[in-house]
Protein backbone atom coordinates (compact mmCIF):
# COMPACT_ATOMS: atom_id res chain seq x y z
CA UNK A 1 0.00 0.00 0.00
CA UNK A 2 1.39 3.46 -0.84
CA UNK A 3 2.15 5.62 1.73
CA UNK A 4 -0.42 7.98 -0.06
CA UNK A 5 -3.01 6.44 0.65
CA UNK A 6 -2.75 4.60 4.62
CA UNK A 7 -5.26 5.59 6.63
CA UNK A 8 -4.85 7.89 9.40
CA UNK A 9 -2.77 6.57 12.00
CA UNK A 10 -5.51 7.27 14.82
CA UNK A 11 -8.14 5.02 12.44
CA UNK A 12 -5.78 2.31 12.90
CA UNK A 13 -5.28 2.63 16.43
CA UNK A 14 -8.60 3.06 17.48
CA UNK A 15 -9.73 -0.07 15.03
CA UNK A 16 -7.34 -2.21 16.74
CA UNK A 17 -8.26 -1.02 19.97
CA UNK A 18 -11.76 -2.18 19.17
CA UNK A 19 -11.19 -5.93 18.07
CA UNK A 20 -8.43 -6.28 21.11
CA UNK A 21 -10.46 -5.00 24.42
CA UNK A 22 -13.91 -5.64 22.60
CA UNK A 23 -13.33 -9.27 21.69
CA UNK A 24 -11.52 -9.36 24.70
CA UNK A 25 -14.37 -8.19 27.10
CA UNK A 26 -16.91 -10.27 24.97
CA UNK A 27 -16.27 -13.30 27.50
CA UNK A 28 -17.28 -11.30 30.37
CA UNK A 29 -20.35 -10.02 28.82
CA UNK A 30 -21.43 -14.01 28.45
CA UNK A 31 -20.58 -14.99 31.78
CA UNK A 32 -23.10 -12.07 33.34
CA UNK A 33 -25.95 -13.62 31.00
CA UNK A 34 -25.39 -16.92 31.52
CA UNK A 35 -25.76 -16.39 35.01
CA UNK A 36 -29.46 -15.58 34.62
CA UNK A 37 -30.61 -17.13 30.90
CA UNK A 38 -30.27 -20.17 29.87
CA UNK A 39 -27.16 -20.21 27.56
CA UNK A 40 -28.16 -21.13 23.96
CA UNK A 41 -31.36 -19.35 24.46
CA UNK A 42 -29.31 -16.07 25.22
CA UNK A 43 -26.87 -17.08 22.54
CA UNK A 44 -30.01 -17.30 19.83
CA UNK A 45 -31.22 -14.06 21.25
CA UNK A 46 -27.46 -12.67 20.53
CA UNK A 47 -26.82 -13.85 16.71
CA UNK A 48 -30.39 -13.50 15.59
CA UNK A 49 -30.58 -10.08 16.46
CA UNK A 50 -26.98 -9.46 14.82
CA UNK A 51 -27.74 -11.43 12.14
CA UNK A 52 -31.05 -9.44 11.23
CA UNK A 53 -28.96 -6.30 11.58
CA UNK A 54 -25.90 -7.15 9.68
CA UNK A 55 -27.88 -9.30 6.61
CA UNK A 56 -30.48 -6.91 6.54
CA UNK A 57 -28.11 -3.85 5.89
CA UNK A 58 -26.50 -5.86 3.58
CA UNK A 59 -29.76 -6.37 1.37
CA UNK A 60 -30.95 -2.69 1.88
CA UNK A 61 -27.38 -1.60 0.27
CA UNK A 62 -28.19 -4.17 -2.53
CA UNK A 63 -25.59 -6.48 -1.76
CA UNK A 64 -25.95 -9.90 -4.06
CA UNK A 65 -27.48 -12.51 -1.36
CA UNK A 66 -26.43 -16.12 -0.94
CA UNK A 67 -26.85 -18.53 -3.92
CA UNK A 68 -28.99 -21.87 -2.72
CA UNK A 69 -25.83 -23.76 -2.79
CA UNK A 70 -23.62 -21.07 -0.61
CA UNK A 71 -26.70 -21.16 1.69
CA UNK A 72 -26.11 -25.03 2.39
CA UNK A 73 -22.67 -24.20 3.09
CA UNK A 74 -23.49 -21.67 5.05
CA UNK A 75 -25.46 -23.60 7.68
CA UNK A 76 -22.93 -26.55 7.85
CA UNK A 77 -20.18 -23.59 8.90
CA UNK A 78 -22.73 -22.28 11.28
CA UNK A 79 -23.61 -25.35 12.77
CA UNK A 80 -20.47 -25.61 13.89
CA UNK A 81 -19.30 -22.58 14.64
CA UNK A 82 -22.09 -21.40 16.22
CA UNK A 83 -23.45 -24.68 17.58
CA UNK A 84 -20.41 -26.61 18.22
CA UNK A 85 -18.40 -23.27 19.50
CA UNK A 86 -20.52 -20.41 20.68
CA UNK A 87 -23.15 -23.12 22.01
CA UNK A 88 -20.41 -24.75 23.76
CA UNK A 89 -19.32 -21.79 25.07
CA UNK A 90 -21.97 -19.69 26.27
CA UNK A 91 -22.89 -23.26 28.22
CA UNK A 92 -19.30 -23.91 29.68
CA UNK A 93 -19.02 -20.11 31.35
CA UNK A 94 -21.78 -21.22 33.84
CA UNK A 95 -18.91 -23.80 35.03
CA UNK A 96 -16.03 -22.04 33.95
CA UNK A 97 -14.68 -18.33 34.53
CA UNK A 98 -14.71 -15.87 31.70
CA UNK A 99 -11.09 -15.07 32.03
CA UNK A 100 -9.96 -18.96 32.09
CA UNK A 101 -12.98 -19.47 29.35
CA UNK A 102 -11.10 -16.78 27.05
CA UNK A 103 -8.02 -19.24 27.83
CA UNK A 104 -9.39 -22.36 26.93
CA UNK A 105 -10.14 -20.98 23.46
CA UNK A 106 -6.74 -19.59 22.78
CA UNK A 107 -5.87 -23.07 21.76
CA UNK A 108 -7.68 -22.52 18.43
CA UNK A 109 -4.56 -22.40 16.48
CA UNK A 110 -3.35 -25.47 18.05
CA UNK A 111 -6.42 -27.73 16.90
CA UNK A 112 -6.21 -25.82 13.69
CA UNK A 113 -2.14 -26.45 13.11
CA UNK A 114 -3.73 -30.42 13.86
CA UNK A 115 -6.48 -30.62 11.04
CA UNK A 116 -3.82 -29.12 8.51
CA UNK A 117 -1.33 -31.84 9.70
CA UNK A 118 -3.57 -34.57 10.19
CA UNK A 119 -6.89 -33.85 7.85
CA UNK A 120 -5.99 -31.65 5.35
CA UNK A 121 -2.34 -32.22 4.58
CA UNK A 122 -1.23 -28.64 3.99
CA UNK A 123 0.93 -28.52 6.76
CA UNK A 124 4.43 -30.12 7.81
CA UNK A 125 5.05 -31.23 11.25
CA UNK A 126 8.43 -29.23 12.15
CA UNK A 127 10.15 -29.16 15.12
CA UNK A 128 9.17 -25.76 15.75
CA UNK A 129 5.25 -26.61 15.43
CA UNK A 130 5.55 -30.29 17.57
CA UNK A 131 7.12 -27.70 19.97
CA UNK A 132 4.57 -24.92 19.98
CA UNK A 133 1.78 -27.80 20.26
CA UNK A 134 3.39 -29.61 23.06
CA UNK A 135 3.92 -25.89 24.74
CA UNK A 136 -0.18 -25.09 24.34
CA UNK A 137 -0.83 -28.44 25.69
CA UNK A 138 0.81 -28.38 28.75
CA UNK A 139 -0.65 -24.70 29.13
CA UNK A 140 -3.99 -26.83 29.07
CA UNK A 141 -2.74 -29.43 31.44
CA UNK A 142 -1.61 -26.96 33.86
CA UNK A 143 -5.66 -25.32 33.70
CA UNK A 144 -7.65 -28.29 34.33
CA UNK A 145 -4.86 -30.37 36.40
CA UNK A 146 -6.07 -31.76 40.03
CA UNK A 147 -2.55 -33.46 40.85
CA UNK A 148 -0.28 -30.17 40.44
CA UNK A 149 -0.10 -28.11 43.52
CA UNK A 150 -0.48 -24.45 41.85
CA UNK A 151 -2.71 -23.54 44.01
CA UNK A 152 -6.53 -21.95 43.33
CA UNK A 153 -9.17 -24.83 41.79
CA UNK A 154 -8.70 -26.21 38.36
CA UNK A 155 -11.00 -25.50 35.77
CA UNK A 156 -14.53 -27.88 35.95
CA UNK A 157 -13.43 -31.00 34.06
CA UNK A 158 -16.88 -31.14 32.03
CA UNK A 159 -16.70 -27.21 31.33
CA UNK A 160 -13.06 -27.88 30.38
CA UNK A 161 -13.87 -30.58 27.96
CA UNK A 162 -16.94 -28.41 26.60
CA UNK A 163 -14.80 -25.39 25.66
CA UNK A 164 -11.64 -28.18 24.37
CA UNK A 165 -14.61 -29.73 21.88
CA UNK A 166 -15.69 -26.00 21.30
CA UNK A 167 -12.33 -24.93 19.83
CA UNK A 168 -11.91 -28.20 18.09
CA UNK A 169 -15.20 -27.08 15.96
CA UNK A 170 -14.49 -23.94 15.60
CA UNK A 171 -11.32 -25.11 13.78
CA UNK A 172 -13.07 -27.61 11.74
CA UNK A 173 -15.37 -24.77 10.70
CA UNK A 174 -12.37 -22.86 9.79
CA UNK A 175 -10.70 -25.61 7.63
CA UNK A 176 -14.26 -26.11 5.54
CA UNK A 177 -14.68 -22.21 5.02
CA UNK A 178 -11.52 -22.56 2.78
CA UNK A 179 -13.19 -25.61 1.06
CA UNK A 180 -16.79 -24.38 0.47
CA UNK A 181 -18.54 -21.72 -1.27
CA UNK A 182 -19.52 -18.72 0.55
CA UNK A 183 -20.51 -15.13 -0.85
CA UNK A 184 -17.78 -12.97 -1.73
CA UNK A 185 -18.84 -10.22 0.55
CA UNK A 186 -17.54 -11.01 4.01
CA UNK A 187 -20.84 -8.82 5.28
CA UNK A 188 -22.98 -10.49 3.78
CA UNK A 189 -21.38 -13.99 4.85
CA UNK A 190 -20.82 -12.96 8.24
CA UNK A 191 -24.91 -11.63 8.71
CA UNK A 192 -25.94 -15.19 6.89
CA UNK A 193 -23.82 -17.40 9.45
CA UNK A 194 -25.18 -15.57 11.96
CA UNK A 195 -28.63 -15.61 10.96
CA UNK A 196 -28.19 -19.36 10.64
CA UNK A 197 -26.45 -20.00 13.24
CA UNK A 198 -28.61 -18.38 15.67
CA UNK A 199 -31.91 -19.96 14.39
CA UNK A 200 -30.34 -23.56 15.03
CA UNK A 201 -29.47 -22.23 18.75
CA UNK A 202 -33.05 -21.49 19.03
CA UNK A 203 -34.49 -24.95 17.49
CA UNK A 204 -31.70 -26.83 19.84
CA UNK A 205 -32.59 -24.36 22.65
CA UNK A 206 -36.73 -25.46 22.29
CA UNK A 207 -35.81 -28.85 21.97
CA UNK A 208 -33.67 -28.78 25.43
CA UNK A 209 -36.54 -27.24 26.80
CA UNK A 210 -34.90 -23.84 27.44
CA UNK A 211 -38.09 -21.26 26.29
CA UNK A 212 -39.80 -22.05 29.24
CA UNK A 213 -37.65 -19.59 30.76
CA UNK A 214 -39.21 -15.68 31.06
CA UNK A 215 -37.14 -13.14 29.39
CA UNK A 216 -38.59 -10.53 31.48
CA UNK A 217 -37.08 -12.31 34.38
CA UNK A 218 -33.78 -11.41 33.06
CA UNK A 219 -32.21 -8.44 35.46
CA UNK A 220 -30.65 -5.18 33.75
CA UNK A 221 -27.34 -6.55 33.65
CA UNK A 222 -28.35 -9.61 31.62
CA UNK A 223 -29.83 -7.10 29.26
CA UNK A 224 -26.72 -4.39 28.69
CA UNK A 225 -24.42 -7.48 28.39
CA UNK A 226 -26.68 -9.06 25.28
CA UNK A 227 -26.93 -5.51 23.77
CA UNK A 228 -23.40 -5.05 24.37
CA UNK A 229 -22.55 -8.27 22.82
CA UNK A 230 -24.92 -7.62 19.78
CA UNK A 231 -23.92 -3.96 18.99
CA UNK A 232 -19.84 -4.34 20.52
CA UNK A 233 -19.27 -7.54 19.86
CA UNK A 234 -21.38 -8.90 16.91
CA UNK A 235 -20.99 -5.30 14.89
CA UNK A 236 -18.48 -3.00 16.11
CA UNK A 237 -16.00 -5.34 16.44
CA UNK A 238 -16.18 -7.27 12.66
CA UNK A 239 -16.52 -3.70 11.27
CA UNK A 240 -13.48 -2.93 12.64
CA UNK A 241 -12.12 -6.11 11.92
CA UNK A 242 -13.01 -6.02 7.82
CA UNK A 243 -11.62 -2.67 7.80
CA UNK A 244 -8.49 -3.78 9.30
CA UNK A 245 -7.89 -6.84 7.38
CA UNK A 246 -7.63 -4.64 4.23
CA UNK A 247 -5.65 -1.85 5.32
CA UNK A 248 -3.05 -3.96 7.62
CA UNK A 249 -1.36 -7.63 7.03
CA UNK A 250 -3.33 -10.43 8.60
CA UNK A 251 -0.12 -11.04 10.91
CA UNK A 252 -0.67 -7.28 12.67
CA UNK A 253 -4.69 -8.08 12.76
CA UNK A 254 -4.06 -11.59 13.89
CA UNK A 255 -2.32 -9.98 17.17
CA UNK A 256 -5.97 -10.41 18.68
CA UNK A 257 -5.41 -14.04 19.56
CA UNK A 258 -2.77 -13.12 22.22
CA UNK A 259 -4.18 -9.89 24.01
CA UNK A 260 -8.21 -11.20 23.72
CA UNK A 261 -6.89 -14.18 26.59
CA UNK A 262 -5.05 -11.29 28.83
CA UNK A 263 -7.75 -8.64 28.72
CA UNK A 264 -10.59 -11.36 29.69
CA UNK A 265 -8.45 -12.66 32.48
CA UNK A 266 -7.56 -9.47 33.76
CA UNK A 267 -11.54 -8.21 33.13
CA UNK A 268 -12.54 -10.89 35.28
CA UNK A 269 -10.51 -10.26 37.85
CA UNK A 270 -11.21 -6.95 38.18
CA UNK A 271 -14.80 -6.87 37.29
CA UNK A 272 -16.19 -10.11 38.79
CA UNK A 273 -13.46 -11.19 41.23
CA UNK A 274 -12.40 -14.38 39.21
CA UNK A 275 -9.04 -15.85 40.57
CA UNK A 276 -6.09 -14.38 39.21
CA UNK A 277 -3.07 -17.35 40.94
CA UNK A 278 -0.35 -18.89 39.84
CA UNK A 279 -2.16 -21.27 38.17
CA UNK A 280 -4.12 -19.38 35.91
CA UNK A 281 -1.04 -17.01 35.16
CA UNK A 282 1.13 -20.07 34.32
CA UNK A 283 -1.19 -21.33 32.12
CA UNK A 284 -2.41 -18.72 30.47
CA UNK A 285 1.41 -18.00 29.86
CA UNK A 286 1.95 -21.61 28.37
CA UNK A 287 -0.94 -21.37 25.73
CA UNK A 288 -0.41 -18.20 24.73
CA UNK A 289 3.50 -18.82 23.97
CA UNK A 290 1.98 -21.80 21.63
CA UNK A 291 0.16 -19.80 20.14
CA UNK A 292 2.43 -16.87 19.03
CA UNK A 293 5.12 -19.71 18.10
CA UNK A 294 1.90 -21.43 15.97
CA UNK A 295 1.27 -18.15 14.41
CA UNK A 296 4.05 -16.19 13.66
CA UNK A 297 5.84 -19.78 12.18
CA UNK A 298 4.10 -19.33 8.86
CA UNK A 299 3.89 -16.47 5.87
CA UNK A 300 -0.42 -16.74 6.63
CA UNK A 301 -0.77 -17.39 10.01
CA UNK A 302 -3.74 -19.76 10.62
CA UNK A 303 -5.58 -17.15 13.19
CA UNK A 304 -6.07 -14.92 10.32
CA UNK A 305 -8.21 -17.60 8.71
CA UNK A 306 -10.50 -17.77 11.52
CA UNK A 307 -11.12 -14.21 12.47
CA UNK A 308 -14.58 -14.16 10.51
CA UNK A 309 -16.33 -15.90 12.68
CA UNK A 310 -15.18 -14.16 15.55
CA UNK A 311 -16.65 -11.41 14.61
CA UNK A 312 -19.59 -13.50 15.76
Not at 5 to 11: G, M, S
Not at 94 to 110: F, H
Not at 274 to 299: D, F, K, N, Y
Request: charged content about 10%; glycine content about 8%; hydrophobic content about 55%.
Amino acid sequence: MNAENRPAVWKTLLAFSIIYLVWGSTFLAIRVGVREAPPLLYAAMRFVAAGVIVYGWMMIRREPAPTRREWGSIFVISFLVFVGDYGLVFWAEQRVPSGLTAVMLGTIPVFMALSEICFLRTRRLTPRLAFALIVGLCGVAVLVSRSLNLGGAPIDRIGAIALILAAASWSVGSALMKKMPLPSSKLVGAGAQMLAGGFLLLVISALLGEFQFRISAMSRDAWLALIYLIVFGSIIAFSAYTWLIHHESPTKVGTYAYVNPVIAVLLGYLILGEPLGLRTILGTALVLVSVILITTGQAKPVVASNVAEDAA
